[in-house]
């Protein structure tokens, strides 16, 4: 079959497939332990990818949108996902737990300060990592923003993102019970968490097809049949809930916009889908009225994905102005 517009256009945009140059497995806690994997040039510029979820994991495609002959490539699995352990562990997992990881991981490699790379959750991790340690990045590029606001959770879990995809909201709304539907979060949390594991995995199936669903402008079939995975649905869904359950452990709702003056200096380019249900613009054009010195790039006909041909093309432009600006170049 030939391939359709939109894959061909993600080939030309990102860099050829690569393979690690090195990997392992770091314990962070008495708990957790998490994958890790190097990329790319071993003398190059540290750039770490925040992967999104939480629970998504990392791929071999994350690779690719860095040039392998500049960017020293870093990628992990977050707490409970891809293949850290253990798998979808909700003990020990929070925003703040995940915050010091990074620091270990870089401590681990030996590295004084990288780039950080982040999209849909990834931004929110980027951005709470980076204003915790600050002197630490060298520059953020952004991706699907996300400041996990309560608006922002009851637009995608509690009715707002059905008015666009009504038919993929049905199965998401009809798991639960009528007397449970005052707040759809709490009702997956509660069967996410219990101890029937039936129960358990279909409610992950159905929570993280609802998300897949809704990521790209034009449905991605192969992206949607994640969700039928009990592997990748189980941490999908349950590290989610959990994290959005506890309002992303941060202290107030506004958190991310509060402390946007101890990242002011740091070099930011945001990358947002016009047309991005799961992390509408509103939350990056919020963030950029707050944070004007960072550069916000729309792309006019995009959804929420990384490999939505034009967000990818962004992406690696952000990442192509950064390596000239780090080697001195006049752009």
């Given at each position: 079959?030939?391939?359709?517009?939109?894959?061909?256009?993600?080939?030309?945009?990102?860099?050829?497939?690569?393979?690690?140059?090195?990997?392992?497995?770091?314990?962070?806690?008495?708990?957790?332990?998490?994958?890790?994997?190097?990329?790319?040039?071993?003398?190059?510029?540290?750039?770490?990818?925040?992967?999104?979820?939480?629970?998504?994991?990392?791929?071999?495609?994350?690779?690719?949108?860095?040039?392998?002959?500049?960017?020293?490539?870093?990628?992990?699995?977050?707490?409970?996902?891809?293949?850290?352990?253990?798998?979808?562990?909700?003990?020990?997992?929070?925003?703040?737990?995940?915050?010091?990881?990074?620091?270990?991981?870089?401590?681990?490699?030996?590295?004084?300060?990288?780039?950080?790379?982040?999209?849909?959750?990834?931004?929110?991790?980027?951005?709470?990592?980076?204003?915790?340690?600050?002197?630490?990045?060298?520059?953020?590029?952004?991706?699907?923003?996300?400041?996990?606001?309560?608006?922002?959770?009851?637009?995608?879990?509690?009715?707002?993102?059905?008015?666009?995809?009504?038919?993929?909201?049905?199965?998401?709304?009809?798991?639960?019970?009528?007397?449970?539907?005052?707040?759809?979060?709490?009702?997956?949390?509660?069967?996410?968490?219990?101890?029937?594991?039936?129960?358990?995995?279909?409610?992950?199936?159905?929570?993280?097809?609802?998300?897949?669903?809704?990521?790209h402008l034009i449905p991605n079939e192969e992206n949607i049949?994640?969700?039928?995975?009990?592997?990748?649905?189980?941490?999908?869904?349950?590290?989610?809930?959990?994290?959005?359950?506890?309002?992303?452990?941060?202290?107030?709702?506004?958190?991310?916009?509060?402390?946007?003056?101890?990242?002011?200096?740091?070099?930011?380019?945001?990358?947002?889908?016009?047309?991005?249900?799961?992390?509408?613009?509103?939350?990056?054009?919020?963030?950029?009225?707050?944070?004007?010195?960072?550069?916000?790039?729309?792309?006019?006909?995009?959804?929420?994905?990384?490999?939505?041909?034009?967000?990818?093309?962004?992406?690696?432009?952000?990442?192509?102005?950064?390596?000239?600006?780090?080697?001195?170049?006049?752009?």
């Amino acid at each position: 079959m030939e391939l359709s517009k939109e894959p061909q256009e993600l080939i030309r945009s990102l860099y050829s497939q690569i393979e690690p140059y090195s990997s392992g497995f770091l314990k962070v806690s008495d708990v957790h332990t998490l994958y890790w994997e190097q990329s790319g040039n071993p003398s190059g510029h540290p750039v770490v990818f925040l992967h999104g979820g939480p629970g998504g994991g990392t791929s071999a495609s994350n690779r690719r949108f860095f040039d392998p002959e500049f960017y020293r490539i870093i990628l992990f699995d977050q707490r409970g996902a891809g293949k850290s352990t253990p798998h979808a562990c909700l003990e020990e997992n929070t925003t703040w737990d995940l915050i010091n990881d990074i620091e270990l991981l870089r401590e681990h490699l030996q590295i004084s300060e990288w780039q950080v790379f982040g999209g849909s959750w990834g931004s929110t991790l980027a951005l709470a990592y980076s204003q915790k340690h600050p002197d630490k990045v060298t520059g953020l590029i952004l991706r699907g923003i996300f400041l996990l606001r309560k608006k922002e959770l009851d637009w995608f879990y509690e009715g707002g993102a059905a008015t666009i995809f009504p038919d993929a909201w049905e199965p998401f709304r009809d798991f639960i019970p009528e007397s449970e539907r005052g707040c759809f979060i709490d009702a997956y949390h509660k069967r996410l968490t219990s101890d029937d594991s039936h129960t358990k995995v279909m409610a992950a199936k159905i929570w993280t097809t609802w998300e897949l669903t809704t990521a790209h402008l034009i449905p991605n079939e192969e992206n949607i049949n994640k969700g039928t995975d009990d592997n990748f649905a189980l941490a999908f869904a349950r590290i989610e809930s959990h994290y959005f359950f506890n309002k992303g452990f941060f202290p107030s709702d506004s958190h991310l916009l509060d402390n946007v003056d101890k990242i002011r200096h740091i070099k930011t380019i945001i990358v947002q889908g016009r047309y991005d249900v799961c992390c509408p613009m509103t939350s990056a054009w919020d963030l950029h009225k707050a944070w004007p010195e960072a550069e916000l790039k729309i792309v006019p006909d995009a959804g929420h994905s990384a490999n939505e041909a034009g967000i990818a093309a962004e992406l690696v432009a952000a990442n192509e102005k950064f390596k000239n600006i780090l080697k001195g170049v006049d752009i």
